[in-house]
């Protein structure tokens, strides 16, 4: 059977009375294309089916007659096709206008992350500091992949293995000999006292022409100035590339990894030493503090290196004695060693000369400014304190006496007679002060925190003088807290 004939009678403009007269006309598809001379038979058909689509379509409504469809028939085939009907809205499926925004969002993000990385940002992967203002300047940043974000060797050294701290150190050594080598600066290109300055310091690594051309740098600006960042950058390329070509690979341990970022820290910290080292020299009164603290610090490892030799040979005393000086060993109060060159200018060229002098100094030592530690001892110290710190050194003389290769001593240390009057800064105990100094420096002498109870040990060995058995305070017992 022939498929079903769809009409559409709203493109004619027939007389009153005509088929277009009929009520509800279906607006179909013009069939006259697809209808072409039909016998009686089939054109029967065609009228049978059209009658049956219109009763469907306009239920209570009179059919068209044969003749009618005859007549409509021969009307329409002389007629151009209708014009085509106007298109409506087109209808998209619910998922795909999903998809659609789902894509959209898509590139909105892929553009943003494109913009936020050729954009100016804050600092770069590896961290600025702020300058003197506390405002970071904005910079550039390039895309860095995943290897050059990881931090290995740079992290916390309690975080490292042995052997990493051995690459660590190896690679640090390294970048500042790469700095070193680009700015043509010395290991320590900005002492405090230039007059001071030994041959160590000023030294570089290698020969001043070495090969590699120079760089400017500017260290009255921070990291982010172009000079400096060209420099750092070129710095860690030259390490990066030599030690990671197993062939020009110096390292201890090649196999110990560590990333290009490991090496623009390590780059970094050492230009903000120079940096800093720079500015202290430039303002006086920075220099003249920095001074102060560094002569306070060498003292102070002095002490404590000087613990160390006498807490070495505590057993040594307590199995002579009996006693154990243990409680005795407190880093502040151990003898200070003073460097002539850590005086005042106007005192220097004398003290130097006496400390020749006393030390019996060849004039080649002399003339070379040979290094001479002067020993003060504390106006403070109990003669009881004073006698164990003596037999102390004694033991410390008799054991390196007797070692195979003794410590070499760097140093002649010479005791000018030159007390220290100032009081203790942590609690000791009142057979460890000198009741001398108490009465002198009274005022000083009621900051001084003492224990309530001297050492079992030394309980009753008070000398003639502490024998009045006057305490400075009255303490709550508490443990000795040595350094």
Not at 450 to 470: H, I, L, R
Request: a negative charge; proline letters at 7%.
């Amino acid at each position: 059977m022939n498929p079903p004939l769809q009409w559409n009678f709203a493109h004619l403009n027939l007389p009153a009375g005509g088929p277009a007269a009929l009520p509800n006309i279906p607006l179909q598809p013009n069939p006259a294309p697809h209808i072409q001379a039909l016998n009686p038979v089939a054109f029967f058909q065609q009228y049978q089916q059209f009658v049956h689509d219109f009763t469907v379509n306009t239920p209570g409504a009179v059919p068209p007659t044969l003749d009618q469809f005859r007549q409509y028939f021969e009307m329409i085939g002389h007629l151009p096709p209708p014009p085509p009907l106007p298109l409506g809205p087109a209808q998209i499926q619910p998922n795909l206008e999903l998809a659609a925004a789902v894509e959209e969002v898509r590139n909105e993000i892929a553009v943003l992350k494109r913009d936020l990385e050729n954009s100016a940002v804050v600092g770069d992967a590896a961290g600025h500091e702020a300058d003197d203002e506390g405002t970071l300047p904005l910079r550039k940043r390039l895309k860095k992949t995943k290897k050059d974000e990881k931090q290995i060797l740079s992290k916390p050294k309690d975080e490292l293995r042995e052997e990493q701290l051995a690459v660590r150190e190896e690679l640090m050594h390294l970048i500042n000999r790469a700095l070193r080598d680009l700015t043509g600066l010395k290991r320590n290109p900005f002492p405090l006292n230039k007059d001071n300055e030994t041959d160590e310091s000023s030294a570089s690594d290698g020969d001043d022409d070495n090969g590699v051309p120079r760089m400017d740098i500017n260290l009255t600006a921070d990291i982010r100035h172009h000079l400096n960042e060209k420099v750092i950058d070129r710095a860690v390329d030259m390490v990066y590339t030599a030690q990671t070509n197993r062939n020009t690979c110096t390292l201890s341990n090649p196999d110990v990894k560590f990333t290009r970022n490991d090496l623009i820290v390590f780059a970094k910290n050492k230009f903000r030493s120079w940096r800093k080292a720079y500015l202290v020299q430039q303002d006086e009164e920075k220099k003249a503090r920095a001074l102060k603290q560094q002569a306070g610090n060498k003292r102070h490892r002095r002490q404590k290196q000087l613990k160390k030799l006498r807490a070495g040979v505590r057993d040594k005393y307590k199995k002579k004695h009996g006693v154990d000086p243990g409680a005795f060993l407190v880093t502040d109060w151990m003898s200070e060693q003073v460097s002539d060159w850590s005086d005042d200018d106007e005192e220097k060229a004398e003290r130097r000369n006496e400390l020749a002098q006393r030390a019996n100094l060849t004039p080649d030592e002399i003339a070379g400014e040979f290094k001479v530690l002067e020993r003060r001892q504390f106006t403070g110290h109990s003669q009881k304190l004073c006698t164990v710190y003596k037999e102390l050194d004694q033991l410390v003389q008799i054991t390196c006496n007797k070692m195979k290769n003794p410590p070499v001593e760097k140093y002649k240390r010479i005791n000018l007679g030159w007390a220290l009057n100032s009081a203790p800064t942590t609690r000791v105990y009142s057979c460890m002060l000198s009741r001398t100094w108490v009465r002198a420096h009274a005022e000083e002498a009621k900051e001084v925190e003492v224990f309530n109870d001297n050492p079992t040990d030394f309980e009753d060995n008070e000398t003639a003088e502490e024998s009045d058995g006057e305490r400075l305070h009255q303490e709550p017992p508490a443990e000795n807290n040595e350094d």
